[in-house]
């Protein structure tokens, strides 16, 4: 196996708890026989800057084995932020606000969605529609 791979494989079991290909193929939405290619071919460029995204970790360390000068962390991944579950709270809460034909002031959308993204963390993005309504309420 490429050594790139080894690395990329090493990362998303530490930092995404991720132990298959197959759910590494999927959390980087790509196809199995991707990352078949990469493990005998090396990770492409492209893929390089995906993964790096992805996963927090430069895309020299993926491809080398070697730390540039360090870049510092987004703010979501400093607190371990879930991107996908980020990104249903976000567009959940939009609709809310839409169906309901609200305009809440900037600081009240971002505390519901600090709201929301507590509550899909501890208890998933199932059934949305109730949460944001009463979430739209507290902070409407």
Same mark, same amino acid.
């Given at each position: ?39 005998? %071919? !090396? #990770?492409?460029?492209? /893929? &390089?800057?995906? *993964?790096? $995204? =992805? ?6 360390w993926l491809a080398e084995g070697v730390e540039t000068q360090a870049r510092p962390a987004r703010p ?18 939009? %609709? !809310? #606000?839409?169906?309901? /034909? &609200?305009?809440? *002031?900037? $600081? =009240? ?32």
């Open positions: 196996m490429n050594e790139q791979m080894k690395r990329l494989y090493q990362v998303a079991r530490e930092r995404k708890g991720l132990h298959t290909p197959a759910e590494v193929a999927r959390y980087l939405n790509q196809f199995q026989q991707t990352l078949k290619n990469w493990e005998s %071919r !090396g #990770i492409s460029q492209k /893929g &390089l800057h995906l *993964a790096s $995204e =992805k996963l927090g970790v430069s895309a020299a979501s991944q400093q607190r371990g932020y879930d991107r996908e579950i980020l990104r249903e709270t976000v567009l959940g809460l939009e %609709r !809310g #606000i839409k169906r309901r /034909g &609200l305009n809440p *002031a900037p $600081e =009240k959308r971002a505390e519901a969605v600090v709201l929301l993204y507590e509550h899909y963390s501890a208890n998933g993005t199932g059934d949305q529609n109730d949460i944001i309504e009463t979430v739209l309420r507290l902070v409407g």
